[in-house]
């Protein structure tokens, strides 16, 4: 299967730069993944395409303010470092630029002194091994000094950093954020539960890898970035009833769906309490374990996460919906609009 298959044509200006005031008033288009039926509605009515039973899976992962700006403590060259990864204790796994000034035993400080970094080890393509010094904890430290990690093709400032937040987020970790869980407000969970929707939370740690472009012809080639996720006992005990009673398991993300793939995988189809790293590909012609529905954004030309939502409703009826949401001018990536693929 040729990766060429998965491209489209996207105008740049239909690339949202910025979050729409209202969470929940951005375009939804609802995709019917048999039929390849469409339907054009609002987020915030989302409500209506959900039944009293289903189980709705959110990741509750937390963007880190990872991208930090610094200076070398022996020439006061300026330094970007972007944390990727705690790999134990104070040392991270990063990205550095400009990464040639950036040897092992180089000292970097941040703010005036509040936080300094030594780099343990040099890897390929930017990568280095950062220990950092700093006094209190770790995170307060970050929140005060760091700024959230954009997607590359996002050029504008965000204004509001909660912006880049869903509004569920609360287990640190992530280097992006899970988007599809943008567009939900309290409010609009308040009410799906009411209506006897049940709300479950996974977390998956998004890397970069995520926005990696796909580099090789043929899409049985590409190798998956791996990312960490977790399950508890409780969320796995609700998926396992819902199953066997039948209940749709709706997704919302392709972290989400990701995780309950990777454990269903991992147990026969079976959910269990589950911690560890994945690097599940999903494509065309990969047989579903865990979900029967999903909830995601609008996706780059010729990306791996075109490819996971074209396994679920198809690639013909992927990319009719693509083209028919770029005459529609729909808003796409981040801080765009949704679809729903039931």
Known sequence: MKVELFDFHLP???????????????RLMVL????????HEVFKNIKTYLTEGDVL???????LPARLFGVKDDTGAKIEVLLLKQLEGDKWEALVKPAKRIKEGTEISFGDGQLKAVCH????????????????IFYEVLEELGQMPLPPYIKEQLEDQDRYQTVYARERGSAAAPTAGLHFTEELLAEI?????????????VGLGTFRPVNVEDVDKHEMHSEFYMMTEGTARL??????EGRRIITVGTTSTRTLESIAAKFDGEFREDSGWTDIFIFPGYEWK????????????????????????????ILHAYNTAVEEKYRFFSFGDAMFIR
């Open 239 to 244: 998926l396992n009833e819902a199953k066997q």
């Open 12 to 26: 740049e200006e239909l690339i949202a730069q910025t979050p729409l005031e209202q969470r929940a008033e951005s």
């Open 193 to 205: 539960k009411e209506m006897g929707v049940q709300i479950a939370f996974i977390t998956l740690h």
């Open 32 to 39: 019917d993944k048999k039929t390849g039926e469409i339907q």
């Open 57 to 63: 899976v959110l990741n509750d992962t937390k963007v």
């Open 121 to 136: 080890d040099v890897g390929t393509h930017g990568g280095r091994i950062l220990e950092f010094q700093y006094e209190g």
């Open 290 to 317: 865990a979900i029967d529905g999903m909830i995601t954004n609008f996706h780059l030309p010729k990306s791996t996460l075109i490819m996971l939502v074209s396994a679920l409703a198809s690639r013909e009826h």
